[in-house]
């Protein structure tokens, strides 16, 4: 995912699909009833809202803030998702001047349409490294969420379409998978120039040893990467969990353009029981619906805390601060906040074969549309990536001396990623002629974290989000390793052929401080957030987290969160996968009655 806000023009929308049990305008007054109300129809949401109505005899209202995922070219086509960036389908959020961001605000994207940020989002599909899944295990105190014991959600969630022709059998090993889930999971399959200088360079420098399948439970190494598209097509929670089938079944109600604005408690109940959602609907008006077995709040790593907070669960002081009454004291509301710094750095090559062109030549990105539109074919049934690459620190890095491991010493857990594009992605404009290749890196094992709170000023407005990003020297260390041994990778012969060069003064390379000042200038927020409303383990003291590993928010009843915030440690990948697979096992502990 790479912001390039100043290429955003908007192509037509299509004339929306018309579907019976969507229902576009609600025009009621009256307190709807359903055994359960989920709030957002997002990675968490759908996979709840289609899983529990398996069940025929099982109610659900789904709640979406954002219109309907359906109709709309840039949803659909791969190559030119970052045009959604800034729309209607963004909640279009800002975080705080970031300190270690040189006092610059970073875009946070977050989807605002039916299937969330999985319907605007990069597609890249991870799981991360076996050891992540273990250590919520053992921090939870649950063996069922092991790695091994998960491994029926992971393939629950895909449908893995092999890559078909000759030598494509070394690009993922077919026993890791799953083939018959509602996400769709692909490899780029256009053959690009820079494929070869990608693998070639791997294994001239030793850098990326090759890895046949990143999804195995060890990322590490240089791997092809598999992207939730299907058919040339992106593959979303709302395309997936919320199809036209699903949207069929005559007990799941979706209420588009529907803002949760509070959840209301019983009176008198002790613990209070939550049971009535209040929103605003699509036609503006504030109604309510009242969940008869639960309400689950799946409206993500900003928009879960922030409906809990207006709600009086949260931090007391700071919710009395913002002039909200307190019901729950749940300091852990809206803290934790972690996520992924992402730094785009560009090379520049001498060939024209780039995807730069695609971006400057009208002619030719009307060319391949065309193409696109009549057969899903073609450059743009990809992003502008091709492979991905997960590593370590060396065990004697110096920052070690002062810092302990954060990923605590797991052989197989990456401290940064890793992925190279076909294509200038730095935050300041593409120079107007020229060729390039964009790396950008993420730090995977961010000591940083921030907060999400209300503003006091006004607490009903636009939340304070502080990414807290490279606000540990641990974070900014990790990009500087991730940089330097991306310019060793392309001083590799294969890169020299093409005359690779930084677009950068290379002699930061070589001093910290120069480097940071280009790290601090250049990166942002990477739309990776987790944590803001953290599981914790059944016993843990009130208020150090907020759900426990029912999902169930402590301290109070009818009420489970299931979305990215719950996910109690930053994912040593990208976090889509890893709320699929949090949202199946929490759909099977729900429909149990634990
Ligand atoms: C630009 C971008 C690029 C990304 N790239 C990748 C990637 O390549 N790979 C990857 O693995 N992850 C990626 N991610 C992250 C991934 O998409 C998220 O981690 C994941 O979607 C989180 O799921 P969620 O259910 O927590 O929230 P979301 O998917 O964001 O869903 C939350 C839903 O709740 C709705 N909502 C919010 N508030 C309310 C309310 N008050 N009332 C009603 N509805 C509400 C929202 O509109 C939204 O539909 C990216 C994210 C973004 C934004
Ligand atoms: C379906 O839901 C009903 C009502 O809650 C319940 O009685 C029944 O056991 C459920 N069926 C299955 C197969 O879980
Ligand atoms: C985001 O901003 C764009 C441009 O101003 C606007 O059209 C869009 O409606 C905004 N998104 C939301 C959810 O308000
Ligand atoms: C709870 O009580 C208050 C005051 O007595 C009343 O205004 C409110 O409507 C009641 N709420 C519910 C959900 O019954
Ligand atoms: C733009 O693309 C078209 C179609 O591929 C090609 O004929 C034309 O030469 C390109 N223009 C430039 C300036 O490269
Ligand atoms: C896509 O194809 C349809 C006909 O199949 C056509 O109506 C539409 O204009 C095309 N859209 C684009 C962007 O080419
Ligand atoms: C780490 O060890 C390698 C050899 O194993 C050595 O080349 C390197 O200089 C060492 N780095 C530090 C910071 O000590
Ligand atoms: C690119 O640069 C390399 C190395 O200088 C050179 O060998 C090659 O001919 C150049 N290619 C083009 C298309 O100019
Ligand atoms: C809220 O809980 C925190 C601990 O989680 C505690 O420090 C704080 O004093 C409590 N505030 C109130 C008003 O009870």
Redesign the pocket.
Known sequence: MVPSLSSLILLSVLPLTALSSVVQRQTTTTTDQFDYVVVGGGAGGAVIANRLTENRSVSVLLIEAGPDNEGRLEGQVPYIYQRLFGSNWDWNYTTTPQPGLNNRVSPYFRGHVLGGSTSINGMTYTRGPASNWNRIANYIGDQSWSWNNLQSYFRKNEAFIPPTGSGTGNRFDPAVHGTSGPIGVSLNSVNQWIIDPTLTAAEQTGIFPYNRDGNSGSPLGISWQQFAIRNGARSSAATGYLNQQVRARSNLRISLSSRATRLIAQNGTSPLRFTTVEYQNAAGATVRAVARREIIVSAGVIDTPVLLMRSGLGDAAELTAAGITPLVNISAIGKNFIDHVGTPAAWSV??TLTDDEIDRNSTLFNQLLAEWNQSKTGRLTTTSLSHIEFSRLPNNASIFQTVTDPTGGAADTPHYEQILANKWTMLSPRPASGNWVGMTHFVLSPVSTGTVKLNPANAQGPPLLDSGSLSHPFDIFVLRSAIRSTAAYMNAPAW????AAPAFDASILNNDAALDNFIRSNSFAGAHGVATAKMGPRNSPAGSDVVGPDFRVKGVQGLRIVDASVIPFSPSGHSMVPTYVFAEKAADIIKSGN
């Open positions: 001498n060939t020299r052929q093409f005359n």
